[in-house]
């Protein structure tokens, strides 16, 4: 299962960046759906469902590098 997250500015200011989170079945990698997620075992290969997540983080925006100095 594939979920695209896009940036957003929080009230603090701050800047959660984009990203995209992909998770599959440890055992063989088989891509999985929503519904598939909550079962125990995994639909493609039969074993015992355990989820391998990757997480792909966007940079968005630059934080600034040096302050001003007067």
Same mark, same amino acid.
């Given at each position: ?23 599959? #079945?440890?055992? &063989? *990698?088989?891509? %999985? ?5 909550? /079962?125990?075992? #995994?639909?493609? &290969? *039969?074993?015992? %469902? ?5 997480? /792909? ?14």
């Amino acid at each position: 299962m594939r979920v695209e997250n896009k940036a957003k500015t929080l009230e603090d200011g701050s800047v959660e960046p984009a990203h995209v989170i992909h998770q599959v #079945c440890d055992a &063989c *990698g088989y891509d %999985l759906d929503e519904s598939e997620l909550a /079962a125990d075992m #995994c639909s493609n &290969c *039969g074993e015992v %469902l355990n989820l391998k997540q990757h997480v /792909a983080i966007s940079v968005t925006t630059f934080p600034p590098m040096f302050a001003e100095t007067s």
